[in-house]
Nanobody, 120 residues
Framework: QVQLVESGGGMVQVGGSLRLSCVAS????????MGWFRQAPGKEREFVAG????????TYADSVKGRFTISRDNPKKTVYLQMHSLKPEDTAVYYC?????????????WGQGTQVTVSS
Protein backbone atom coordinates (compact mmCIF):
# COMPACT_ATOMS: atom_id res chain seq x y z
CA GLN A 1 0.00 0.00 0.00
CA VAL A 2 0.92 3.66 -0.36
CA GLN A 3 0.93 5.97 2.64
CA LEU A 4 0.35 9.69 2.06
CA VAL A 5 0.98 12.47 4.59
CA GLU A 6 -0.05 16.08 3.96
CA SER A 7 1.46 19.16 5.55
CA GLY A 8 1.52 22.93 5.08
CA GLY A 9 -2.03 23.81 6.04
CA GLY A 10 -2.86 26.68 8.34
CA MET A 11 -4.66 29.98 8.62
CA VAL A 12 -4.14 32.73 6.05
CA GLN A 13 -5.84 36.02 5.23
CA VAL A 14 -7.85 36.62 2.07
CA GLY A 15 -5.49 37.09 -0.87
CA GLY A 16 -2.66 35.21 0.79
CA SER A 17 -0.75 32.11 -0.27
CA LEU A 18 0.02 28.65 1.07
CA ARG A 19 1.90 25.64 -0.26
CA LEU A 20 0.68 22.19 0.68
CA SER A 21 2.96 19.15 0.52
CA CYS A 22 2.17 15.44 0.34
CA VAL A 23 4.92 12.89 0.98
CA ALA A 24 4.41 9.30 -0.17
CA SER A 25 5.93 6.11 1.23
CA UNK A 26 5.42 2.35 0.99
CA UNK A 27 4.82 2.17 -2.76
CA UNK A 28 6.07 3.01 -6.25
CA UNK A 29 5.34 6.72 -6.23
CA UNK A 30 6.93 7.53 -9.59
CA UNK A 31 4.28 5.50 -11.46
CA UNK A 32 1.28 6.98 -9.66
CA UNK A 33 -0.81 9.90 -10.89
CA MET A 34 -1.80 12.10 -7.97
CA GLY A 35 -4.56 14.51 -7.08
CA TRP A 36 -5.73 17.00 -4.48
CA PHE A 37 -9.28 17.14 -3.11
CA ARG A 38 -10.90 19.33 -0.49
CA GLN A 39 -13.91 19.05 1.78
CA ALA A 40 -15.69 21.88 3.56
CA PRO A 41 -18.12 21.30 6.47
CA GLY A 42 -21.45 19.96 5.24
CA LYS A 43 -20.24 19.51 1.67
CA GLU A 44 -19.07 16.59 -0.45
CA ARG A 45 -15.39 16.09 -1.12
CA GLU A 46 -14.53 17.93 -4.34
CA PHE A 47 -11.73 17.63 -6.85
CA VAL A 48 -9.13 20.40 -6.88
CA ALA A 49 -6.21 19.37 -9.11
CA GLY A 50 -4.54 16.33 -10.66
CA UNK A 51 -1.12 15.51 -12.10
CA UNK A 52 0.18 12.63 -14.22
CA UNK A 53 3.11 10.55 -12.95
CA UNK A 54 5.50 12.32 -15.34
CA UNK A 55 4.33 15.76 -14.21
CA UNK A 56 3.68 16.79 -17.82
CA UNK A 57 -0.12 16.69 -17.67
CA UNK A 58 -2.21 18.57 -15.12
CA THR A 59 -5.87 19.39 -14.66
CA TYR A 60 -7.75 21.80 -12.36
CA ALA A 61 -11.21 22.50 -11.09
CA ASP A 62 -12.67 25.66 -12.61
CA SER A 63 -12.91 27.23 -9.16
CA VAL A 64 -9.12 27.19 -8.65
CA LYS A 65 -7.83 27.51 -12.22
CA GLY A 66 -5.31 30.32 -12.48
CA ARG A 67 -4.81 30.49 -8.71
CA PHE A 68 -3.55 27.00 -7.75
CA THR A 69 -0.66 25.01 -9.22
CA ILE A 70 -0.04 21.29 -8.72
CA SER A 71 3.48 19.91 -9.14
CA ARG A 72 5.54 16.91 -8.10
CA ASP A 73 9.11 15.96 -7.27
CA ASN A 74 9.42 12.24 -7.91
CA PRO A 75 12.90 11.77 -6.36
CA LYS A 76 11.48 13.28 -3.16
CA LYS A 77 8.19 11.35 -3.52
CA THR A 78 6.33 14.58 -2.94
CA VAL A 79 3.33 16.33 -4.53
CA TYR A 80 2.70 20.03 -3.97
CA LEU A 81 -0.27 22.34 -4.21
CA GLN A 82 0.74 26.00 -4.44
CA MET A 83 -2.25 28.23 -3.64
CA HIS A 84 -2.39 31.96 -4.39
CA SER A 85 -5.10 34.61 -4.08
CA LEU A 86 -6.91 32.57 -1.47
CA LYS A 87 -10.60 33.20 -0.84
CA PRO A 88 -12.84 32.35 2.13
CA GLU A 89 -14.54 29.69 0.00
CA ASP A 90 -11.19 27.89 -0.23
CA THR A 91 -11.52 27.03 3.47
CA ALA A 92 -11.58 23.23 3.75
CA VAL A 93 -9.64 20.14 4.71
CA TYR A 94 -7.32 19.37 1.81
CA TYR A 95 -6.44 15.76 0.95
CA CYS A 96 -3.87 14.30 -1.40
CA UNK A 97 -4.69 11.01 -3.13
CA UNK A 98 -3.27 8.52 -5.62
CA UNK A 99 -5.33 8.09 -8.79
CA UNK A 100 -6.62 9.97 -11.81
CA UNK A 101 -9.99 11.56 -12.41
CA UNK A 102 -12.38 14.06 -10.85
CA UNK A 103 -14.33 11.69 -8.56
CA UNK A 104 -13.24 10.42 -5.15
CA UNK A 105 -13.92 6.78 -6.07
CA UNK A 106 -11.30 6.97 -8.83
CA UNK A 107 -8.52 7.22 -6.20
CA UNK A 108 -7.05 4.28 -4.30
CA UNK A 109 -4.98 5.89 -1.53
CA TRP A 110 -5.66 8.94 0.63
CA GLY A 111 -3.83 11.08 3.13
CA GLN A 112 -5.40 12.18 6.41
CA GLY A 113 -5.88 15.79 5.33
CA THR A 114 -4.60 19.20 6.34
CA GLN A 115 -6.81 22.15 7.33
CA VAL A 116 -6.72 25.38 5.33
CA THR A 117 -8.60 28.35 6.77
CA VAL A 118 -8.91 31.63 4.86
CA SER A 119 -10.15 34.64 6.83
CA SER A 120 -10.23 38.42 6.72
Amino acid sequence: QVQLVESGGGMVQVGGSLRLSCVASGGTFVRLPMGWFRQAPGKEREFVAGIHWSGGTTTYADSVKGRFTISRDNPKKTVYLQMHSLKPEDTAVYYCAAGWGRRSDEYSYWGQGTQVTVSS
